[in-house]
């Protein structure tokens, strides 16, 4: 009887893995995806730990604790991002993931904030550059003319504005200025 449990048990077992099609440890990520790096590490309760990305385009983020509870936190500002000054976060108790977009100025820093729940935490975080090129939602169709966004027509004369205005501001502000330095 235990023999027959035992052989069910296995056959489930063995649907289970034939169903999923990859093994579970395996993340599936898109094709578009190109792998460029994996970080491993360790950060103390309440501390960061930061790192630097110098990659140009769009780069995906995903970071796993693997013991702990590491959370993610990313800025163009700053190469120190903490809780109180960053631009993305990802602050799950699983896997964290940010997408780092292309027009962010490099290099972006990168802070991995040890929980304080836990005394250590460990992470793997990977890297990836996203291939995937974003389209505009109205196409290249998007013009009567049948030009395309780099191809548009140059502006028309009438609507530069008169540069009799730009010479007033400027003595304006020069007027401006030669008061206040009197007066201060």
Known sequence: MAAAWRRALLLLLASQLAWSGSPPDEEEVPEEWLLLHVVQGHIGAGNYSYLRLNHEGKIVL???????????????????????DYDLQSVTCGPDAVSIPAHFRRPVGIGVYGHPSHHESEFEMKVYYDRAVERSPFGEAAYADGTGPSQRPASAPEDAPPEEESVLWTVLISVLKLVLEILF
């Open 62 to 84: 995903q970071m796993r604790s693997v013991r702990g509870d590491a959370d993610l936190y990313v800025s163009d500002s700053t190469l120190h991002p903490s809780f109180d």
